[in-house]
């Protein structure tokens, strides 16, 4: 196992028209992460892009492709293609297959699409081939993008906006990464290290570490999810039985079980956090209490139906 290192953005693109003002902006929302796969005789050398609609299913998908590859050898040249599908439903398997119909991927290798599933914004294939084009020099990527355009009798302006979601740096000896999630409860940020467990003489693996640090962030999404169905549940706006109930009950099951493999985790390795790690019980209070400002309109309502008391008094507690 060789040096990894990689992170992972969360990106807007916002692409206007410089000639029609009038025109409505043109919006590209993405998860990005670049996947640089060295193996350790330094012969084989490839780097792929994943886009996917959210963080933890871009991080899943390259622990994916990380593990393919240092079990496997190469991918890209192989006389059998690797089967993209079956590793793509296998990382959304279960509750977000079936709870998330707008999920979608792209896989690049060297600008080029090499397996898609789901709708993406047609835009982020552009900004692929130019990064490709400009030798990997992302930040110069817009700028290709819009010569693009223009080239093609199209003037267009292209504003940018990212931010850093996680950040992996691992080694055989160590894993180093950080988080930082924003949402509507607030911003969560940790860093945590992982070093092999003497006990279990488990070594440390990349796609151990994306792996781990996509179940944190789909957790720490998904309590928010779970503190508003909390409340939204408490207070009737779910009706039993009905599909938001059963993504309910699923959402609370899917956040345990992802506590639990974090606990392996970290039973397997000494884990040590900074600051102290986030627990998602703690998450999902927060989550509660947001919503109940955020619901504040729907309860209201459903109270005033039920001839139930106003609820102004409980948000001004809160």
Request: proline share 3%.
């Amino acid at each position: 196992m060789t040096d990894f290192r990689t992170s992972l953005l969360r990106e807007k693109f916002t692409i206007t028209e410089k000639v029609n003002k009038q025109a409505k902006p043109v919006i590209a929302l993405s998860n990005r992460i670049v996947v640089p796969l060295i193996s350790s005789d330094k012969i084989d050398n490839e780097t792929f892009v994943i886009r996917t609609q959210n963080m933890h299913s871009c991080a899943r998908l390259a622990a994916a492709v990380t593990k393919e590859f240092f079990e496997r050898g190469t991918i890209a040249n192989r006389a059998i293609p690797v089967p993209w599908k079956s590793m793509w439903m296998d990382v959304i398997k279960g509750y977000e297959k079936d709870w998330n119909k707008n999920i979608w991927c792209a896989i690049y290798h060297k600008g080029r699409v090499i397996y898609q599933h789901g709708e993406h914004h047609p835009f982020l294939d552009i900004i692929e081939q130019c990064d490709a084009a400009n030798k990997d020099d992302y930040s110069q990527s817009v700028e290709f993008a819009e010569d693009a355009f223009a080239q093609a009798g199209k003037s267009v302006d292209i504003k940018h906006d990212s931010n850093v979601a996680l950040i992996i740096a691992t080694t055989p000896e160590q894993a180093k990464c950080g988080i930082i999630v924003r949402a509507a409860s607030g911003t969560t940020t940790f860093n945590y290290t992982a070093t092999p467990n003497l006990r279990y003489d488990k070594p440390i693996h990349a796609h151990t570490t994306l792996t781990v640090s996509a179940a944190f962030l789909e957790g720490v999404q998904l309590a928010f999810q779970v503190g508003l169905l909390n409340k939204k549940f408490e207070y009737r706006l779910i009706e039993k039985f009905s599909d938001e109930y059963r993504q309910f009950t699923r959402a609370g099951t899917r956040l345990q079980n992802l506590d639990r493999a974090i606990g392996t985790y970290e039973q397997q390795f000494n884990v040590t956090y900074r600051p102290d790690r986030p627990t998602f019980q703690e998450m999902t209070e927060k989550a509660e209490k947001a919503a109940i400002k955020i619901l504040k309109k729907d309860i209201d309502a459903k109270m005033k139906k039920d001839s139930m008391p106003s609820f102004d008094d409980d948000i001004a507690s809160e």
